[in-house]
């Protein structure tokens, strides 16, 4: 199964930026970002396939953008006006369905 590394999480005020990486130990054709906010379920966040399609969730339209290195096997998101609700770990797996093993996610706390 293929092993995945997340990193670039960090403490933010609200209106800043991140850009967070996902190594992945092999190929994916679809991967995504999901997030676990505190105190609630993992939720989708971003998602790209291998030709660059994406798909984005409501709440982070305008503000993320997903994108990918295929020869590095490395999703990227980056993350601008970043609100408190943002906060969360946040994960890559397969998408839509995702791999029965998560990386350890990488935190994002926005807060002034």
């Known amino acids: 199964q293929v092993q995945l590394v997340e990193s670039g999480g960090g403490l933010v005020q609200p209106g800043g930026s991140l850009r967070l990486s996902c190594a992945a130990s092999g190929s994916i054709v679809a991967m995504a970002w999901y997030r676990r906010p505190p105190g609630k379920q993992r939720e989708f966040v971003a998602a790209?396939?291998?030709?660059?399609?994406?798909n984005y969730a409501d709440s982070v339209k305008g503000r993320f953008t997903i994108s990918r290195d295929n020869g590095k096997n490395t999703l990227y998101l980056q993350m601008n006006s970043l609100k408190p609700e943002d906060t969360a770990v946040y994960y890559c797996n397969r998408w839509p369905l995702p791999f029965g093993s998560w990386g350890q996610g990488t935190q994002v706390t926005v807060s002034s």
């Open positions: 790209v396939i291998s030709g660059g399609s994406t």
